[in-house]
């Protein structure tokens, strides 16, 4: 096992066996669990009853890693998975420890009927380990803790209302979450699931320890979901260069992971988002080359181009136009016709727009071309009604880590100091920075108002 392994399951103990490679196992489970690596964590926990076919918390955590978690909704086909290896737990329990018992006895409730009865016996599983996190102390107490909050926050939800979650299920996880940081804060699963839980908090603040904690962690490539998940924060509260240095971290274990040999590629459904955080990330930087660098991922893991979009965002106008050239997204479409409206290109600008009417759906970008040529053709009221919608499709479609890659109040405020509308341009840029902290273009945008509006050069 490598260096950086041991450096990271040594943060991450769930003693149950004196056998040591049984235990190494037990140990790399937990930790796959805690980082949202469900498939492989079932491997370690099925590699430990392997080495020790008596240990009943083996498949114990055969039946946890099945299980759901914040990202993954339970399925029929991991509930029947689920069940036999409970099954087997319980068979074995009787060379178990009490408080070994105690969990096992915890995950037959979540198992012991159908698939049509997982609502009720899901609750009985949470009721039960919430109880048990209240009984015993120590690394099994905090064991307990966690895996009662996750399965808090399942039911729970994460919104918030003011200050506190809006549920009591998620205010009691808050609780739990807190305990185990009290005394232990460098808990990989307790800080994963602080950020996770802050991710729709009006205050963040009390996140940020978790998100430097998480950063500063020594962390195996199976566990790269950790060390995106500092992102959230920084992403979230306009701290970009952060952010991507996280995505960048994440990113580097997550190519490693993929040299893994035997490694269970369900958890590659996390790239694709774990991209576009940084790729977003980059796009609010005033750093060209790197912002490339995530466009050619995002390439990759979306299978499209994203290199004249980046462009664009940049103001390299002639670079978007011809990258675009042999555009066939609605998205692509748009670039294409926004970089030919920057060029005063308006052949091409109306060639974009006549094959974008064609469309019966498409999203913010192609909203966002429309209200700008609208505005270059001097029709301002269809501008701003375009502009609205953009800025409505942004609001419903991303929120917490998740940024648009071209903020429409941005464009809302470029539009209006195009118009020598100054107060609507402050408005807009100022919007555009509640929603997007420290976006540096709204940054900028907002200064230029400010010193147009007030008449001083």
Known sequence: MSAFLLAALAAVTFPVTANAAAQTAIDRG??????????????????????????AMAFWGEALAEGPDLNTAMSEERFARASVAAEKAVALEASATPQQRSFINAMALRYRGTWNDWKDDEASYRDAMAALAGNISGSEGDSAALLAAEALFETGGLTWVGSAPASPQARRGLALIDGV??????????????????????????????????????????????????????????????????????????????????????????????????????????????????????????GASYDALTALRFGRYADAFSLAANATTPTQIAVRGLAAIALGDVASARDAESRLRELTTYGDVVQIFYGTLAQDEGRYDEAARWIDRAVETQGATFAAELIPLWPALEVRGTLAMQRAAYDDAESAYSAALAAYPNDPRAQAGLAAARTASSGKP
């Not at 937990?30 to 240990?55: I, M, T």
């Open 181 to 302: 940081l009290a005394h232990d804060p460098a808990n990989v699963m307790a800080n994963h699931l602080c950020l996770h839980l802050y991710d729709f908090a009006s205050d963040r603040a009390p996140a940020a320890a978790c998100a430097q904690r998480l950063d500063a962690a020594v962390l195996p490539p199976q566990a790269e979901h950790l060390a995106h998940m500092p992102a959230h924060y920084w992403i979230e509260t306009g701290n970009y260069a952060a952010a991507l240095a996280s995505s960048e971290r994440a990113y580097r274990l997550f190519m490693q992971l993929q040299t893994i040999p035997g490694r269970d590629p369900d958890h590659d459904r996390y790239l694709a988002h774990d991209v576009y955080v940084g790729y977003s990330a980059a796009m609010m930087l005033n750093d060209y080359g790197a912002a490339q660098t995530w466009s050619r991922r995002m390439d990759a893991a979306y």
């Open 30 to 55: 937990v930790l796959e669990y805690y980082a949202y690596d469900g498939a492989d964590a079932v491997n370690a926990f099925a590699s430990a009853a392997v080495l020790e076919p008596n240990l």
